[in-house]
């Protein structure tokens, strides 16, 4: 079983809210990722936990805010997010983190379909 | 610096038609190199992979052949079918631990 499910799979929200994106996996892996993709475009890398610390932040605007509770929960807090913020945001995981080795291979959850107003 | 070229798309094939979506790539080393392909409305899928010079990954009628030669991993179909209308992307690790994607190459098959 190599699945990552990402909840919610739609989401409007406006300016003034705050939202939460949720992701789990139930395969051990220890290290989890947020990416966000545009339209047709590769997914570009937010957020990477290793081990259920931040080991990765790609200067990402602190309107994104993410928490990993356990090893298999991974969450990203949306608070003030602006109409260019409208995306595909995706959660991978990985049995170790990514270090080039075929076990580190992600495995992508379906994503959230995120729409600012 | 570290980065994958593919081939621009769309692609666009009839039924049963020969496929080849080229992919070189930049890196240190000789990295695994991966395809991932996204179908609509979907999350991204590991298609195949190879994790050394002349390796074949295979999947679902898809090959792509490691060349360290050339720095390419392309990926070929012998008969495509309108199921496989999809974005692929090739990828590697680099020796950060980043993925490093190609831009994706969107491939469309009429009946």
């Known amino acids: 079983d190599t699945e990552v499910t990402q909840t919610p799979k739609h989401l409007v929200m406006g300016m003034t809210n705050k939202k939460s994106l949720k992701c789990e996996q139930h395969?051990?892996?220890?290290?989890m990722y947020w990416y966000k993709q545009k339209a047709k475009k590769p997914p570009e890398l937010m957020f990477v936990?290793?081990?259920?610390?931040?080991?990765i932040n790609e200067s990402v605007p602190s309107r994104f805010s993410p928490e990993c509770p356990n090893s298999s929960l991974l969450n990203l807090h949306l608070h003030a997010l602006q109409p260019e913020d409208s995306a595909l945001y995706l959660c991978a995981s990985s049995q170790e983190p990514a270090g080039g080795f075929v076990k580190n291979i992600q495995y992508f959850g379906a994503g959230t379909r995120l729409s600012v107003l | 610096g570290d980065s994958v070229t593919q081939m621009e798309g769309p692609v666009t094939l009839s039924e049963e038609a020969f496929l080849t979506i080229n992919c070189t790539y930049t890196?240190?080393?000789?990295?695994?190199l991966f395809w991932y392909v996204q179908y609509p409305g979907e999350g991204l899928q590991l298609l195949l992979k190879?994790?050394?010079?002349?390796d074949k990954g295979s999947n679902k009628g898809f090959e792509a052949t490691y060349r360290k030669e050339t720095t390419s991993f392309h990926l070929e179909k012998g008969s495509v079918q309108v199921s496989d209308s999809a974005v692929y992307f090739c990828a590697y690790y680099n020796q950060g631990g980043k993925l490093i994607f190609g831009q994706g190459t969107e491939l469309s098959v009429k009946p």
């Open positions: 890196a240190t080393g000789y990295p695994s």
């Open positions: 395969m051990g892996h220890r290290a």
């Open positions: 190879a994790t050394k010079a002349d």
């Open positions: 936990y290793s081990y259920e610390k931040l080991s």
